[in-house]
């Protein structure tokens, strides 16, 4: 079924698009194009799938844009204690089913482990459970304002296994590689 055709000129100005950027990426003349929006034109079916697939494409492009990390964070934020044991780590781990923790204390943060650190460490030996978890410890997430952009929280993300979210000095959450997949 057809894509009404009134819908061409309208999704365009939205995304502020002119006729001409359209019809040089969807390979049309700028004045079929024209033509096409005004009503003037019966295309092909080939023509309006093209025109409708690349304007769906920018509309998903600036709404990923325009979200910030604050809208996929994840809103409760799950941390351990300097007091605590890795054994406590591993079993608020598996609880949450989360693959990795902030160590926080007075709002400060002051380290991580991972579900990865702590197979390598338990693999070695049993005993290391008992352990405190600042002896264990990674280094501490980065920590970025709420209104960081995806792009740039991606790109910290290539390096670290999670993000802490802040605002105003408080933490409001914590952004994962997990949490990007959602955005799909």
Known sequence: M????GEIKDLRKKLHLSQLKISQMCN???SSFSRIENGLEDPPYSKVKMIFEYLNNERKKMNKASKKIEDI?????????T????????SLMNKHNISQLPIIENDRNLGSITSKKAQKLIIDNLDILNVNIMVLKELPFPEVEYNWSLKDVSNILLRYSAVLVKKFDKYIGIVTDADFLKLT
């Open 73 to 81: 964070a994840t809103k409760k934020l799950i941390f351990i204690e």
């Open 83 to 90: 007091n605590s044991k890795l054994k406590d780590a591993i």
């Open 28 to 30: 049309i003349s700028q």
């Open 2 to 5: 057809l894509p009404n055709l």
